[in-house]
């Protein structure tokens, strides 16, 4: 049974400092973890604000999973705002920064996340990156028909963040040397 359960929490906005109601809900996924979903919109400025995490503890986490076929792209992904998600193969890694968003998806919402961006470079960029984004889109197809295996690669230094599945691999996360 899935089970939701919400709290609404009045704060100032951090851009405006207008009253604005922040909403934490918890949701229980099955086979999965609970999670906690924060969001707020400030109505005065726009202000967005939407983070999730899992609710288990969490040690920092490495998890990798190899998309071989279409029907890889169901797996659900849980990105918390302090995850990093890498797609080598396609060349792509996406930090956390301070407009960073969290969410509950699976590997085909990831690539369309990811398309979303690039087709903005069909717009606005030179010619070499309009060339570098159509190839990236080409190859994305590619990935959604099941005929370019990728590694997603989601890092969590929190360990707010997974990936639902068999196969994934989860290690330590060991950040980065400087």
């Avoid at 909403?23 to 999670?35: H, V, W």
């Avoid at 979903?37 to 969490?58: E, M, N, R």
């Avoid at 990811?114 to 570098?132: H, M, Q, Y």
Wanted: with cysteine; net charge negative; hydrophobic share 40%.
């Amino acid at each position: 049974m899935h089970k939701v359960v919400e709290t609404r929490v009045p704060g100032p906005c951090p851009s405006c400092n207008t009253q604005i109601e922040y909403l934490y809900t918890t949701e229980n996924i099955p086979y999965f973890s609970d999670i906690l979903i924060i969001s707020a919109i400030c109505p005065a400025c726009g202000y967005k604000f939407v983070d999730t995490q899992l609710l288990k503890h969490g040690e920092p986490a490495r998890h990798t999973l190899a998309v071989e076929s279409a029907g890889d792209l169901s797996v659900r992904i849980v990105r918390s705002m302090s995850a990093s998600i890498e797609i080598p193969e396609l060349g792509v890694r996406i930090d956390p920064g301070p407009q960073c968003q969290g969410f509950v998806s699976n590997v085909e919402g990831v690539l369309d996340r990811i398309e979303e961006v690039v087709k903005g470079a069909l717009r606005w960029g030179t010619d070499v990156e309009k060339e570098n984004a159509a190839a990236l889109l080409a190859d994305i197809v590619k990935v959604k028909a099941g005929m370019f295996p990728v590694t997603v690669i989601l890092e969590d230094p929190c360990g707010n963040s997974g990936i639902e599945s068999e196969r994934v691999v989860e290690e330590k996360y060991v950040p980065p040397e400087e």
